[in-house]
T-cell receptor
Framework: KNQVEQSPQSLIILEGKNCTLQ??????????LRWYKQDTGRGPVSLTI?????NTKSNGRYTATLDADTKQSSLHITASQLSDSASYIC????????????FGAGTRLAVHP | NAGVTQTPKFRILKIGQSMTLQCAQD?????MYWYRQDPGMGLKLIYY???????DKGEVPNGYNVSRSTTEDFPLRLELAAPSQTSVYFC??????????????FGPGTRLTVT
């Protein structure tokens, strides 16, 4: 069964610290992996899309890595800010069609002052 | 551009009532989607549309209906609401032209409670 698993479920860090969120997927065949940020009470917003040929991709203080061999991805947040408090969702297109996305449950990040 | 808009933001329904969740996009996207998000779970696809007049079921379509009469609008209809339909509903859109890499843009969501 196609699945996307994320860890940890939740995380608390102090402002200015770094953190890394993990994503494991079992979807096959694999075409791309996305990370979304979802603020409380809002819809998800895309942070990055990585194809199977990309190992690393950055978007400001967000850096995503991908290991297509082990089917693992991580999202590293550098010098966290209070505005980084949100859920971070890992998403992979399912085998039913690349427009049918499979969403992980997300990691809820809280950045405290 | 307003992007993807949804109405209402909140709604409380009694069991057995019906309602329509509205979704509109002004980006001329061909694909539109409806998802539901339950606490602690990933978003689940309810229905999607590849263009005006064409819709198809997603992972969890039971209890819902959709229509796509125009490119801009994609309403979701709940008939005979049940407590299991208590959720947050997100509409999304994207422009797909053969490529696998594309953005999905999400609306702000509708929080629905059925009691």
């Amino acid at each position: 069964k196609n699945q996307v698993e994320q860890s940890p479920q939740s995380l608390i860090i102090l402002e200015g610290k770094n953190c890394t969120l993990q994503c494991n997927y079992t979807v096959s065949p694999f075409s791309n992996l996305r990370w979304y940020k979802q603020d409380t009470g809002r819809g998800p917003v895309s942070l990055t899309i990585m194809t199977f040929s990309e190992n690393t991709k950055s978007n400001g203080r967000y850096t995503a890595t991908l290991d297509a061999d082990t089917k693992q991805s991580s999202l590293h947040i550098t010098a966290s800010q209070l505005s980084d408090s949100a859920s971070y969702i890992c998403v992979v297109p399912g085998s039913g069609g690349y427009n049918k996305l499979i969403f992980g449950a997300g990691t809820r990040l809280a950045v405290h002052p | 551009n307003a992007g993807v808009t949804q109405t209402p933001k909140f709604r409380i329904l009694k069991i057995g009532q019906s309602m329509t969740l509205q979704c509109a996009q002004d980006m001329n996207h061909n694909y539109m989607y409806w998802y539901r998000q339950d606490p602690g779970m990933g978003l689940k696809l309810i229905y999607y549309s590849v263009g005006a007049g064409i819709t198809d079921k997603g992972e969890v379509p039971n209890g819902y209906n959709v229509s796509r009469s125009t490119t801009e609008d994609f309403p979701l209809r709940l008939e005979l609401a049940a407590p299991s339909q208590t959720s947050v509903y997100f509409c999304a859109s994207s422009y797909i032209r053969g490529q696998a890499q594309y953005e999905q843009y999400f609306g702000p969501g509708t929080r629905l409670t059925v009691t």
